[in-house]
């Protein structure tokens, strides 16, 4: 009578660690974690504070994640598909034409919501990059489809040669990153310069093929005056 009296008690009554695997998933930690990695650098995402700052004890986060390692692994795919991924494919439902998602891209280190969160995040785990293997390989991905998908779309909206798509997608992902480090933001004005800059006709161009200049100055005139009036949804 008294042990199914206990084992009734026992079903009866969850234990501190499922009501707080139930309260709070991996995804909670995973988040927690992005946030102080964004703040504070990887060194101060340990175990014992996160379970501080979320309210719960370590046994919640040893119900969902192996070991810290873990929950490091987990971060980067979180920030590999909210960084990258789930802003391309965003960018490429809206069925707009290739210079206007081109814009969208350019313009997502300003005016997107989480902008400032986003750069401060990036920064750290390009920091982080510098001495762990993990998180290199995350930055190398995370780069190499970045550049494809601006090469993509340079493509798309008439750069025909594969070298200049190329260099001219390094050019454009360069000038987003200095726009989400570099704390001093650019006039309106400055900017459209830049982006005439970056869509000028590539070097030589005039002379050797100039129905292709013709077709590049109309490319960066379109890209100037319509990156100004862009604003990002992301």
Known sequence: MAARDRQQ?????????SRESTRLDAAAWTDAGLSVLAENGVAAVRVEPLARLLAVTKGSFYWH???RAELLAA???SWRR???????????????????????LIDLPVLGKNSARGASLELAIRLWAKSDASAADA?????????????GLLK??????DAEAEGRAFLYYAYMLAEAFISTPLSAHAKQICDAQLAAPAPGTTESDPARAATARA????????????????
């Open 219 to 234: 490319f960066s005139a379109e890209v100037a005056a319509g990156s100004a009036k862009t604003k990002s949804n992301f």
């Open 139 to 151: 930055i190398a991905e995370i780069d190499h489809q970045r550049l494809t998908h601006i090469a």
């Open 9 to 17: 008690d026992m079903t009866a009554q969850p234990t501190t660690r």
């Open 75 to 77: 971060m980067l795919a």
């Open 82 to 104: 909210q960084a990258t991924f789930k802003i391309i494919e965003r960018i490429e439902r809206t069925q707009r034409a290739p210079l206007e998602k081109l814009r969208q």
């Open 156 to 161: 798309a909206a008439g750069v025909h040669d």
């Open 65 to 67: 994640f192996k070991d």
